[in-house]
Each structure stands twice: as structure tokens, then as C-alpha cells.
């Protein structure tokens, strides 16, 4: 049989990375690449006790079909959840529960964007969200970064030079993969060019319960008035990735088509993680996790600061996030991150990830790599910065 592939999947290319991943399957690799919670924040033992009880007090509701939108008592309490912790939700709003926020990158990309459109993102920014964005056959315009979040001025030029801008795409909160903040000033300068514009924000805010430093800052769908702002959440980053559960909080307008866009979808999202996460917000155990979470990745990220700061050269440049799970590390523009990332884990078993998987522009060489400080241990983190280091002394990074 001669499979002919679709045009919006034809040209998506695999990671860049795969033959640093090959290495990286190696169990004596220390890896800085991945996105997961720290191993011992997961709570095992309170999803065993709260699964089992699901199972005996309700197994039918647990095991059996649910409503698009999201089981209600659940939607109910992410609700409450959201309003008390980010001031999101007004009246003019619905919320459904996504199987991970990664979906609601597609549910909106699939209702608002006809191929050809255009999607705005920062660059650099997350590689999921990329090729979700990808495979609709959208034009993809990055924005840089500054220290403080987007370029302003250049988000405006790509707003007014741009066909068919259907969505802004943005990371505020510890931004994977830089680790940025945007600050208030510039959240309010977005929600404005999003308003003088009519150009809505899809706002991805997956890490934004993990701040372990500094203030909290207003999200961007806080300050929305006008129905301008889709916002995305997750219960990855406290509770589990595998457990595949996030939210979604959008205008009423396109409500009922992403309700459409999610049955094409997967019909709803499992009801056993919906009912654990019902369970661990009803207790109030989410907060717990969610301090417990941050004093870990608090003391981990510092580590690892601590050792760049000592050990990588002078001309090296990174951020120092105030929470989430990344730094970012730049070596000065001759340099090459792909290799660095290559020889790195070839040579010393050491994993990160090169900046190029995340630029906007597909095959764009970067001088950066992203580092991950919530999976390893503190000894793994000061091993593998010591090789990072090591390796930076051998190609001339000084």
C-alpha cells in the first residue's frame, strides 16, 4: 500500500534532537532536557488512595462517557480555583477541562485558523505548541524576548505587516524555554495592541503555580474585559504529566465551536483523571502539593545557579527564573548550541536540549540550550554542570 501523507503533515520534520535522544536513552545519561516534576514531588500514595475510592464508591461515573465540556463538579471547582488564584473568570467566560493543556493549543488553532493564516508567537517558545501550530499549515511569526518578555514594538509591526493575524501565542509566567516573566507593564501594553488590533491572546500558563521567588503577577485574561483573551492551565505541573488533564477558559462567543473542535477531538476527557483532580481540589491537598512543588524547585534551581555562576565563562549568558522548570544558557553567537547539545551528551552522558528546537523559524541555528533543574538530583545537577563546564573550556567559550 502506497500511504500518500497529507499536506499539513508531509513537511513537519522530526526533532532535530533525535540523535541526542539516542544517547540520552542511555540510564547512566544525567538529563537536563525534560519538562517533568521532580520525581519525589509526585503524590503516589494520596492518587492510589483517591483512585481506589473513585473505583468503589462510583465506578460507573469513573468508567463510562461524560459530557464534552468536562465532568461539572470538576468544572466547578477549577472554576473557583482559577478565580481565587488568578482572578480569571468573569461572566462572559466558559471553562472546559482539556486533556492537558497541550490540547488547547490545537482546540483554538482548529477553530480560529484556515491554512495560510498567521499565528504569533514569541521566539523562542515551546516546540509543542510549534508544531501543533505547524500541522494546521499556519505562517508562524516570532517575536523576540527581552529580559522583561515580548518586544513590544516588533509585536506591533507583526500585528499591522502580517495577513490574516488570527492569534497572539504567549508564554508569560517563567516562559518554556527561556524561563522570562513578562512584566505587568507589558501584559497590559499586549491586552492593549490585542484590543486596538482586534487580535485575541491565547495565553499558555503551565507553570505559573510554581513561583518560588519573587511577586505575583496579574495574568493577562485578569485584565480582560473585551472577551480578547483564551486561557490555557494544567494540573501537569503540580500533580503529573501522565496525568493528562488541563483546562481551558475562553469567551462564550467561541465556546460552542471548540466544544465542537474537542468532541472531533477525543469526545471528552478521561473520567479517572478528572475525578483525581476533583479529588485533590475539594481537599484543598492541591495547595499543599503546590508549596511543597516550589520549595523543592526553589532549592534546585539555586543549585544549579549557584554552579553556572562559579563554573561556565564570563561570556556566557543565562536567565534566573523565578520559578517554573527551565534556564535558559547562551553561549556567544559563533557557537552552536546543536553541538554543544551533541557533544555534551556523546562525550560526558550529559543531556539539554539546543536552542534551535525552539525557534520559530524551522532550521534556525542557536548559540543558547535549554537546562531542566526539576528531574535530576542535587548530584546529578552539580555533575552535569561541571560537564557543561568542562565541555564550554574545550570548545573555546571563554
Known amino acids: 500500500m502506497n500511504y500518500v ?32 516534576p521532580a520525581p519525589e514531588t509526585l503524590p503516589v500514595n494520596d492518587i492510589k488512595r483517591f483512585m481506589s475510592k473513585t473505583l468503589e464508591e462510583n465506578p460507573a461515573q469513573a468508567l463510562l462517557y461524560s459530557q464534552s465540556e468536562g465532568h461539572p463538579p470538576l468544572r466547578a471547582e477549577v ?16 471553562l472546559m477541562i482539556v486533556s492537558g493543556a497541550q490540547q488547547c493549543m490545537d482546540l483554538v488553532t482548529r477553530v480560529l485558523c484556515n491554512e ?11 516546540i509543542g505548541s510549534l508544531n501543533c501550530f505547524r500541522s494546521y499549515n499556519v505562517s508562524l511569526k516570532g517575536v523576540p ?12 509591526k507583526a500585528i499591522t505587516e502580517n495577513k490574516n493575524v488570527r492569534f497572539m501565542y504567549l508564554i508569560p509566567n517563567f516562559q518554556n524555554p527561556t524561563g522570562i516573566t ?23 500558563n503551565p507553570y505559573g503555580d510554581l513561583r518560588f521567588t519573587g511577586e505575583d503577577i496579574p495574568s493577562i485574561k485578569s485584565m480582560d474585559e473585551d472577551g480578547l483573551v483564551i486561557y490555557a492551565g494544567t494540573f501537569s505541573k503540580i500533580l503529573s504529566t501522565g496525568i493528562r488533564a488541563g483546562y481551558l477558559s475562553a469567551p462564550a462567543q467561541i465556546f460552542p465551536s471548540l466544544v465542537v473542535a474537542k468532541q472531533c477531538a477525543d469526545v471528552h476527557t478521561g473520567m479517572l483523571q478528572q475525578l483525581l483532580c476533583l479529588e485533590f481540589l475539594r481537599g484543598g491537598d492541591l495547595l499543599e502539593y503546590t508549596r511543597r512543588n516550589k520549595a523543592v524547585y526553589a532549592k534546585k534551581c539555586g543549585l544549579m545557579l549557584k554552579l553556572m555562576d562559579g563554573l561556565f565563562p564570563k561570556s556566557m549568558a543565562y536567565t534566573r527564573p523565578e520559578g517554573g522548570l ?6 556567544p553567537p559563533s557557537f552552536d548550541g546543536a553541538e554543544f547539545a551533541l557533544r555534551l551528551v556523546r562525550d560526558y552522558k550529559v543531556c539539554v536540549v539546543p536552542g534551535s528546537t525552539f525557534c520559530v523559524n524551522d532550521g534556525e541555528k542557536s548559540s543558547a540550550f535549554r537546562l531542566n533543574f526539576s528531574m535530576p538530583n542535587e548530584a546529578q545537577i552539580k555533575a552535569g554542570i561541571e560537564a557543561c563546564a568542562k565541555l564550554l573550556k574545550e570548545m573555546d567559550v571563554k
Request: aromatic share 8%; with cysteine; proline share 4%.
Open 5 to 36: 501523507i497529507s499536506d499539513k503533515m508531509k513537511n513537519l520534520k522530526p526533532s532535530a534532537i533525535r540523535e541526542i535522544f539516542k544517547y540520552a536513552a542511555d540510564p547512566a545519561v544525567i538529563s537536563f532536557a525534560g519538562g517533568n
Open 79 to 94: 472554576r473557583r480555583f482559577i478565580r481565587d488564584a488568578y482572578g480569571i473568570g468573569g461572566d462572559g467566560d466558559e
Open 116 to 126: 495560510g493564516d498567521t499565528v504569533i508567537c514569541e521566539d523562542p517558545s515551546f
Open 145 to 156: 524576548l527581552e529580559q522583561d518578555g515580548i518586544n513590544l514594538e516588533l509585536l506591533e
Open 182 to 204: 513578562m512584566s505587568l507593564e507589558k501584559r497590559k501594553a499586549v491586552l492593549a495592541l490585542a484590543k486596538k488590533y482586534g487580535v485575541p491572546v491565547l495565553e499558555d
Open 326 to 331: 527551565f534556564i535558559w544558557a547562551a553561549m
